[in-house]
Protein backbone atom coordinates (compact mmCIF):
# COMPACT_ATOMS: atom_id res chain seq x y z
CA UNK A 1 0.00 0.00 0.00
CA UNK A 2 3.05 2.72 0.19
CA UNK A 3 2.15 2.99 -3.16
CA UNK A 4 -0.96 5.24 -2.61
CA UNK A 5 0.02 8.82 -2.94
CA UNK A 6 -3.13 10.79 -4.12
CA UNK A 7 -6.22 10.14 -1.81
CA UNK A 8 -9.31 11.76 -2.35
CA UNK A 9 -11.32 11.93 0.37
CA UNK A 10 -15.22 13.18 0.29
CA UNK A 11 -17.17 15.27 2.58
CA UNK A 12 -13.71 15.86 4.18
CA UNK A 13 -15.60 19.14 5.52
CA UNK A 14 -18.46 17.42 7.23
CA UNK A 15 -18.40 15.70 10.81
CA UNK A 16 -16.61 12.34 10.31
CA UNK A 17 -14.28 13.43 7.27
CA UNK A 18 -12.79 16.22 9.56
CA UNK A 19 -11.71 13.90 11.64
CA UNK A 20 -10.36 11.50 9.36
CA UNK A 21 -9.22 14.54 6.99
CA UNK A 22 -7.24 15.43 9.69
CA UNK A 23 -6.14 12.22 11.41
CA UNK A 24 -5.20 10.96 7.27
CA UNK A 25 -3.00 14.27 6.67
CA UNK A 26 -1.44 14.37 10.06
CA UNK A 27 -0.29 10.67 9.93
CA UNK A 28 0.71 10.27 5.97
CA UNK A 29 2.90 13.29 5.67
CA UNK A 30 4.42 11.52 2.04
CA UNK A 31 0.76 11.44 0.96
CA UNK A 32 -1.23 14.14 -0.87
CA UNK A 33 -4.97 14.24 0.72
CA UNK A 34 -7.45 16.19 -1.84
CA UNK A 35 -10.68 16.98 0.48
CA UNK A 36 -13.70 17.55 -2.11
CA UNK A 37 -16.68 19.03 -0.16
CA UNK A 38 -20.30 20.72 -1.73
CA UNK A 39 -20.30 22.39 1.67
CA UNK A 40 -23.71 21.95 2.36
CA UNK A 41 -25.18 23.31 5.29
CA UNK A 42 -23.41 20.42 7.18
CA UNK A 43 -19.53 21.02 5.37
CA UNK A 44 -17.76 23.83 7.35
CA UNK A 45 -13.71 24.22 6.66
CA UNK A 46 -13.87 25.97 10.04
CA UNK A 47 -13.69 21.99 11.11
CA UNK A 48 -10.04 22.12 9.54
CA UNK A 49 -8.71 25.30 10.51
CA UNK A 50 -5.82 22.93 12.07
CA UNK A 51 -5.01 21.28 9.01
CA UNK A 52 -5.97 24.21 6.58
CA UNK A 53 -2.16 25.17 5.49
CA UNK A 54 -0.53 21.84 5.38
CA UNK A 55 1.69 21.16 2.67
CA UNK A 56 -0.16 17.87 2.13
CA UNK A 57 -3.73 19.16 1.56
CA UNK A 58 -6.05 20.17 -0.54
CA UNK A 59 -9.43 21.51 -0.85
CA UNK A 60 -11.76 21.42 -3.77
CA UNK A 61 -15.31 22.63 -3.33
CA UNK A 62 -17.25 20.45 -5.84
CA UNK A 63 -20.61 18.38 -5.92
CA UNK A 64 -20.27 14.73 -6.38
CA UNK A 65 -23.35 14.75 -8.69
CA UNK A 66 -21.80 16.55 -11.17
CA UNK A 67 -19.96 13.88 -13.07
CA UNK A 68 -18.29 16.20 -15.33
CA UNK A 69 -16.34 17.54 -13.15
CA UNK A 70 -15.49 14.79 -11.27
CA UNK A 71 -14.02 13.20 -14.12
CA UNK A 72 -12.07 16.14 -15.02
CA UNK A 73 -10.76 15.93 -11.60
CA UNK A 74 -9.69 12.34 -11.70
CA UNK A 75 -8.23 12.89 -15.00
CA UNK A 76 -6.06 15.95 -13.52
CA UNK A 77 -4.89 14.33 -10.48
CA UNK A 78 -4.95 10.45 -10.99
CA UNK A 79 -5.98 9.25 -7.44
CA UNK A 80 -4.62 6.21 -6.35
CA UNK A 81 -7.13 6.18 -3.33
CA UNK A 82 -10.86 7.44 -2.47
CA UNK A 83 -12.03 7.55 1.17
CA UNK A 84 -16.12 8.46 0.45
CA UNK A 85 -17.89 9.54 3.06
CA UNK A 86 -19.66 12.66 1.26
CA UNK A 87 -23.48 12.43 1.67
CA UNK A 88 -26.75 13.76 2.91
CA UNK A 89 -27.02 12.11 6.31
CA UNK A 90 -29.90 13.15 8.69
CA UNK A 91 -32.77 10.78 8.60
CA UNK A 92 -34.80 13.32 9.37
CA UNK A 93 -34.25 15.82 6.41
CA UNK A 94 -34.49 12.43 4.18
CA UNK A 95 -38.20 12.10 5.28
CA UNK A 96 -38.92 15.16 4.33
CA UNK A 97 -36.46 15.71 1.36
CA UNK A 98 -35.78 12.14 0.19
CA UNK A 99 -34.65 13.31 -3.42
CA UNK A 100 -31.95 15.17 -2.35
CA UNK A 101 -30.32 11.75 -0.64
CA UNK A 102 -31.01 9.97 -3.99
CA UNK A 103 -29.15 12.38 -5.99
CA UNK A 104 -25.74 12.74 -3.47
CA UNK A 105 -25.94 9.57 -2.08
CA UNK A 106 -27.03 6.98 -5.30
CA UNK A 107 -26.18 9.30 -8.05
CA UNK A 108 -23.08 10.94 -6.29
CA UNK A 109 -21.83 7.32 -5.35
CA UNK A 110 -22.06 6.11 -8.91
CA UNK A 111 -20.38 9.35 -10.07
CA UNK A 112 -17.34 8.44 -8.00
CA UNK A 113 -17.50 5.05 -9.18
CA UNK A 114 -17.56 5.89 -12.81
CA UNK A 115 -14.81 8.15 -12.37
CA UNK A 116 -12.72 5.88 -10.60
CA UNK A 117 -13.39 2.75 -12.96
CA UNK A 118 -12.01 4.89 -16.20
CA UNK A 119 -9.45 6.44 -14.79
CA UNK A 120 -7.72 3.41 -13.18
CA UNK A 121 -9.04 1.10 -16.54
CA UNK A 122 -8.06 -2.47 -15.96
CA UNK A 123 -4.78 -1.87 -13.93
CA UNK A 124 -6.30 -1.91 -10.23
CA UNK A 125 -3.29 -2.77 -8.92
CA UNK A 126 -2.58 -0.66 -5.39
CA UNK A 127 -5.79 1.38 -5.89
CA UNK A 128 -8.55 1.21 -3.50
CA UNK A 129 -12.29 2.31 -3.73
CA UNK A 130 -13.33 3.02 0.30
CA UNK A 131 -17.25 3.68 0.70
CA UNK A 132 -18.19 4.97 4.51
CA UNK A 133 -21.58 3.35 5.55
CA UNK A 134 -23.56 2.58 7.87
CA UNK A 135 -25.31 0.01 10.25
CA UNK A 136 -28.67 1.32 9.75
CA UNK A 137 -28.89 -0.20 5.89
CA UNK A 138 -29.53 -3.40 7.83
CA UNK A 139 -32.84 -2.45 9.19
CA UNK A 140 -33.77 -2.47 13.17
CA UNK A 141 -33.38 -4.90 15.67
CA UNK A 142 -35.73 -5.84 18.55
CA UNK A 143 -34.38 -6.97 21.87
CA UNK A 144 -31.52 -9.60 21.12
CA UNK A 145 -29.12 -9.86 18.84
CA UNK A 146 -26.83 -7.62 16.79
CA UNK A 147 -25.80 -6.87 13.24
CA UNK A 148 -22.99 -8.20 11.44
CA UNK A 149 -21.23 -7.89 7.99
CA UNK A 150 -23.59 -11.26 6.56
CA UNK A 151 -27.19 -9.51 8.05
CA UNK A 152 -29.56 -9.15 5.04
CA UNK A 153 -29.97 -5.37 4.23
CA UNK A 154 -33.10 -4.42 5.02
CA UNK A 155 -33.38 -0.43 5.21
CA UNK A 156 -36.26 1.93 6.64
CA UNK A 157 -35.89 5.40 6.11
CA UNK A 158 -34.91 7.16 2.61
CA UNK A 159 -31.65 7.87 4.05
CA UNK A 160 -30.43 4.00 4.93
CA UNK A 161 -32.38 3.29 1.76
CA UNK A 162 -29.83 5.32 -0.42
CA UNK A 163 -27.29 4.40 1.73
CA UNK A 164 -28.50 0.54 0.99
CA UNK A 165 -28.46 1.22 -2.71
CA UNK A 166 -24.71 2.96 -2.79
CA UNK A 167 -23.48 0.15 -1.09
CA UNK A 168 -24.80 -2.46 -3.38
CA UNK A 169 -23.29 -0.22 -5.97
CA UNK A 170 -20.24 -0.33 -4.90
CA UNK A 171 -20.39 -4.24 -4.48
CA UNK A 172 -21.37 -4.20 -7.98
CA UNK A 173 -18.71 -2.45 -9.58
CA UNK A 174 -16.32 -4.98 -7.51
CA UNK A 175 -17.94 -7.77 -8.95
CA UNK A 176 -18.99 -6.56 -12.09
CA UNK A 177 -15.41 -4.53 -13.25
CA UNK A 178 -13.12 -5.09 -10.27
CA UNK A 179 -13.21 -1.79 -8.94
CA UNK A 180 -10.96 -2.77 -5.32
CA UNK A 181 -13.17 -1.55 -3.01
CA UNK A 182 -13.57 -1.88 0.51
CA UNK A 183 -16.74 -0.85 2.31
CA UNK A 184 -17.76 -0.21 6.61
CA UNK A 185 -21.02 0.05 8.56
CA UNK A 186 -20.94 2.05 11.14
CA UNK A 187 -22.87 2.94 14.56
CA UNK A 188 -24.02 6.06 15.46
CA UNK A 189 -21.06 8.35 15.79
CA UNK A 190 -20.70 11.19 18.51
CA UNK A 191 -17.92 14.05 19.22
CA UNK A 192 -16.25 17.26 17.80
CA UNK A 193 -17.67 19.14 14.92
CA UNK A 194 -20.72 17.43 14.73
CA UNK A 195 -23.92 19.49 13.32
CA UNK A 196 -26.84 20.23 16.19
CA UNK A 197 -29.81 18.29 14.36
CA UNK A 198 -28.13 14.75 15.50
CA UNK A 199 -29.12 13.40 19.31
CA UNK A 200 -26.56 14.03 20.92
CA UNK A 201 -24.76 17.47 19.75
CA UNK A 202 -28.52 18.81 19.48
CA UNK A 203 -28.65 18.46 23.03
CA UNK A 204 -25.70 19.68 24.18
CA UNK A 205 -26.70 22.90 22.32
CA UNK A 206 -29.90 22.85 23.89
CA UNK A 207 -28.47 22.19 27.50
CA UNK A 208 -26.65 24.79 27.07
CA UNK A 209 -29.42 27.29 26.12
CA UNK A 210 -31.54 25.96 28.55
CA UNK A 211 -33.73 25.08 25.64
CA UNK A 212 -36.36 22.31 25.79
CA UNK A 213 -34.67 18.58 25.20
CA UNK A 214 -37.19 17.27 22.51
CA UNK A 215 -37.21 13.38 22.93
CA UNK A 216 -39.24 11.48 20.18
CA UNK A 217 -41.73 8.95 21.34
CA UNK A 218 -41.38 7.62 24.85
CA UNK A 219 -37.50 7.46 24.21
CA UNK A 220 -36.76 3.62 24.49
CA UNK A 221 -34.88 3.28 21.16
CA UNK A 222 -31.98 2.21 21.44
CA UNK A 223 -28.42 3.36 19.76
CA UNK A 224 -24.69 1.48 19.66
CA UNK A 225 -22.84 4.78 20.02
CA UNK A 226 -18.92 5.27 19.22
CA UNK A 227 -16.60 7.73 19.64
CA UNK A 228 -15.71 9.58 15.80
CA UNK A 229 -12.30 9.43 16.53
CA UNK A 230 -12.42 5.41 16.83
CA UNK A 231 -14.26 5.40 13.65
CA UNK A 232 -11.31 7.71 11.84
CA UNK A 233 -9.04 4.87 13.46
CA UNK A 234 -10.89 2.34 12.12
CA UNK A 235 -11.53 4.05 8.49
CA UNK A 236 -7.17 4.44 8.70
CA UNK A 237 -6.82 1.02 9.22
CA UNK A 238 -9.47 -0.61 6.90
CA UNK A 239 -7.99 1.94 4.21
CA UNK A 240 -4.81 0.16 4.57
CA UNK A 241 -5.04 -2.99 5.88
CA UNK A 242 -8.81 -4.23 5.39
CA UNK A 243 -9.08 -7.22 2.79
CA UNK A 244 -10.70 -6.19 -0.98
CA UNK A 245 -13.73 -6.49 -1.74
CA UNK A 246 -14.76 -7.22 2.11
CA UNK A 247 -17.43 -5.27 4.31
CA UNK A 248 -16.08 -4.42 7.84
CA UNK A 249 -18.70 -3.61 10.42
CA UNK A 250 -17.40 -0.83 13.09
CA UNK A 251 -19.26 -0.07 16.64
CA UNK A 252 -18.78 0.66 19.94
CA UNK A 253 -20.52 -2.27 21.93
CA UNK A 254 -21.94 0.92 23.61
CA UNK A 255 -25.66 0.60 23.50
CA UNK A 256 -28.11 3.09 25.11
CA UNK A 257 -31.59 4.15 25.16
CA UNK A 258 -32.22 7.60 24.13
CA UNK A 259 -33.69 8.73 27.21
CA UNK A 260 -30.85 7.28 29.19
CA UNK A 261 -28.25 8.68 27.28
CA UNK A 262 -30.05 12.33 27.56
CA UNK A 263 -30.46 11.99 31.22
CA UNK A 264 -26.81 11.17 31.72
CA UNK A 265 -25.63 14.30 28.93
CA UNK A 266 -27.98 16.24 31.64
CA UNK A 267 -26.13 15.51 34.89
CA UNK A 268 -22.79 15.67 33.38
CA UNK A 269 -23.45 18.74 31.77
CA UNK A 270 -25.00 20.10 35.35
CA UNK A 271 -22.03 19.88 37.45
CA UNK A 272 -19.47 21.43 34.23
CA UNK A 273 -22.36 24.69 34.38
CA UNK A 274 -22.40 24.64 37.89
CA UNK A 275 -26.11 23.88 37.87
CA UNK A 276 -28.12 21.93 40.33
CA UNK A 277 -28.06 18.42 39.58
CA UNK A 278 -31.69 17.71 38.17
CA UNK A 279 -32.10 21.18 36.77
CA UNK A 280 -31.59 20.77 32.82
CA UNK A 281 -33.88 17.11 33.29
CA UNK A 282 -36.44 19.48 33.98
CA UNK A 283 -36.19 21.09 29.96
CA UNK A 284 -36.95 16.99 28.83
CA UNK A 285 -40.27 17.13 26.30
CA UNK A 286 -41.05 14.10 24.60
CA UNK A 287 -42.63 15.12 21.31
CA UNK A 288 -43.77 13.26 18.29
CA UNK A 289 -42.08 10.23 16.73
CA UNK A 290 -40.39 10.28 14.25
CA UNK A 291 -42.00 8.26 11.20
CA UNK A 292 -40.92 4.91 10.92
CA UNK A 293 -38.57 5.12 14.08
CA UNK A 294 -36.22 2.12 14.03
CA UNK A 295 -36.33 0.81 17.11
CA UNK A 296 -32.74 -0.66 18.13
CA UNK A 297 -29.39 -0.26 15.88
CA UNK A 298 -26.25 -2.57 17.73
CA UNK A 299 -22.92 -3.98 16.01
CA UNK A 300 -21.17 -6.96 16.12
CA UNK A 301 -17.45 -5.58 15.43
CA UNK A 302 -15.77 -8.51 16.15
CA UNK A 303 -14.74 -9.14 12.11
CA UNK A 304 -12.64 -5.93 12.37
CA UNK A 305 -11.44 -6.73 16.07
CA UNK A 306 -9.98 -10.41 14.95
CA UNK A 307 -8.65 -9.37 11.21
CA UNK A 308 -7.03 -6.10 12.11
CA UNK A 309 -6.53 -5.78 15.78
CA UNK A 310 -8.98 -2.39 16.14
CA UNK A 311 -10.30 -1.51 19.75
CA UNK A 312 -11.56 1.70 20.60
CA UNK A 313 -9.43 3.87 22.44
CA UNK A 314 -11.90 5.43 24.84
CA UNK A 315 -14.77 4.37 27.22
CA UNK A 316 -18.46 5.94 26.69
CA UNK A 317 -17.89 8.42 29.57
CA UNK A 318 -14.42 9.75 28.58
CA UNK A 319 -15.76 9.77 25.13
CA UNK A 320 -18.61 11.84 26.12
CA UNK A 321 -16.87 14.29 28.40
CA UNK A 322 -14.57 15.04 25.70
CA UNK A 323 -17.05 16.20 23.32
CA UNK A 324 -18.89 17.99 26.07
CA UNK A 325 -15.95 19.55 26.83
CA UNK A 326 -15.50 20.69 23.31
CA UNK A 327 -18.78 22.32 22.72
CA UNK A 328 -18.15 24.29 26.31
CA UNK A 329 -15.06 25.88 24.98
CA UNK A 330 -16.04 26.58 21.74
CA UNK A 331 -19.68 28.29 21.46
CA UNK A 332 -18.56 30.78 18.19
CA UNK A 333 -18.53 27.21 16.40
CA UNK A 334 -21.73 26.65 17.61
CA UNK A 335 -23.06 29.85 17.27
CA UNK A 336 -21.98 30.14 13.74
CA UNK A 337 -23.51 27.14 12.16
CA UNK A 338 -27.03 27.63 14.15
CA UNK A 339 -27.36 30.90 12.52
CA UNK A 340 -29.46 31.57 9.63
CA UNK A 341 -30.85 28.47 7.67
CA UNK A 342 -30.58 26.39 11.09
CA UNK A 343 -33.30 28.11 12.80
CA UNK A 344 -35.54 27.53 9.93
CA UNK A 345 -34.36 24.25 9.66
CA UNK A 346 -35.15 23.95 13.78
CA UNK A 347 -38.74 25.73 13.95
CA UNK A 348 -39.97 23.59 10.77
CA UNK A 349 -38.96 20.49 12.38
CA UNK A 350 -40.03 20.68 15.77
CA UNK A 351 -42.65 23.16 15.62
CA UNK A 352 -44.82 20.38 13.81
CA UNK A 353 -43.78 17.45 16.43
P1 LIG B 1 -22.22 15.11 7.60
O1 LIG B 1 -23.61 15.37 7.15
O2 LIG B 1 -21.71 15.75 8.84
O3 LIG B 1 -21.19 15.48 6.43
C1 LIG B 1 -21.44 15.19 5.09
C2 LIG B 1 -20.48 16.01 4.25
O4 LIG B 1 -20.74 15.69 2.86
C3 LIG B 1 -20.66 17.52 4.41
O5 LIG B 1 -19.39 18.14 4.54
C4 LIG B 1 -21.34 17.94 3.12
O6 LIG B 1 -21.01 19.28 2.71
C5 LIG B 1 -20.81 16.91 2.13
N1 LIG B 1 -21.72 16.73 0.99
C6 LIG B 1 -23.06 16.52 1.03
N2 LIG B 1 -23.55 16.43 -0.21
C7 LIG B 1 -22.50 16.56 -1.05
C8 LIG B 1 -22.36 16.54 -2.46
N3 LIG B 1 -23.43 16.39 -3.27
N4 LIG B 1 -21.12 16.68 -3.00
C9 LIG B 1 -20.04 16.84 -2.20
N5 LIG B 1 -20.11 16.90 -0.86
C10 LIG B 1 -21.33 16.75 -0.29
O7 LIG B 1 -22.13 13.52 7.68
P2 LIG B 1 -21.28 12.59 8.67
O8 LIG B 1 -22.09 12.34 9.89
O9 LIG B 1 -19.91 13.14 8.80
O10 LIG B 1 -21.26 11.24 7.83
C11 LIG B 1 -20.20 10.98 6.89
C12 LIG B 1 -20.44 9.64 6.25
O11 LIG B 1 -20.45 8.63 7.25
C13 LIG B 1 -21.79 9.53 5.52
O12 LIG B 1 -21.59 8.77 4.35
C14 LIG B 1 -22.67 8.78 6.50
O13 LIG B 1 -23.66 8.03 5.81
C15 LIG B 1 -21.65 7.89 7.18
N6 LIG B 1 -21.99 7.50 8.57
C16 LIG B 1 -22.34 8.44 9.50
C17 LIG B 1 -22.61 8.05 10.80
C18 LIG B 1 -22.96 9.06 11.88
O14 LIG B 1 -23.27 8.66 13.01
N7 LIG B 1 -22.89 10.36 11.62
C19 LIG B 1 -22.53 6.70 11.17
C20 LIG B 1 -22.17 5.76 10.19
C21 LIG B 1 -21.89 6.18 8.89
P1 LIG C 1 -29.99 10.75 15.28
O1 LIG C 1 -28.87 11.41 16.01
O2 LIG C 1 -30.80 11.54 14.31
O3 LIG C 1 -29.37 9.45 14.60
P2 LIG C 1 -30.10 8.20 13.85
O4 LIG C 1 -31.54 8.49 13.69
O5 LIG C 1 -29.40 8.17 12.53
O6 LIG C 1 -29.82 7.01 14.69
O7 LIG C 1 -30.98 10.15 16.36
C1 LIG C 1 -30.55 9.24 17.34
C2 LIG C 1 -31.75 8.80 18.15
O8 LIG C 1 -32.25 9.93 18.89
C3 LIG C 1 -32.91 8.33 17.29
O9 LIG C 1 -33.54 7.24 17.95
C4 LIG C 1 -33.84 9.52 17.20
C5 LIG C 1 -33.62 10.21 18.54
N1 LIG C 1 -33.77 11.71 18.55
C6 LIG C 1 -34.58 12.32 19.51
O10 LIG C 1 -35.20 11.64 20.36
N2 LIG C 1 -34.68 13.68 19.50
C7 LIG C 1 -34.03 14.45 18.58
O11 LIG C 1 -34.19 15.70 18.61
C8 LIG C 1 -33.19 13.81 17.61
C9 LIG C 1 -32.45 14.61 16.60
C10 LIG C 1 -33.09 12.43 17.66
Not at 115 to 120: L, P, Q, S, T, V
Not at 227 to 246: N, T
Not at 263 to 279: F, T, V, Y
Request: glycine share 8%; net charge negative; with cysteine.
Amino acid sequence: MSSIKKILITGGAGFIGSHVVRRIVNRYPDYMIFNLDKLTYAGNLENLKDIESASNYQFVKMDITDSDAINNLFETHQFDGVIHLAAESHVDRSISHPMEFVMTNVIGTVNLLNAAKNIWKDNFNGKVFYHVSTDEVYGELSDEGKFTETTPYSPNSPYSASKASSDHFVRAYHHTYGLPIKLSNCSNNYGSHHFPEKLIPLMINNIMNSKPLPVYGKGENVRDWLFVEDHASAIDLIFHEGKLGETFNIGGNNEWKNIDLVRLLCKMMDSKLGKAIGESEKLITYVGDRAGHDFRYAIDSSKLMQQLGWMPSVTFEQGLERTVDWYLANPEWLEHVTSGAYKEYYQNMYSKR
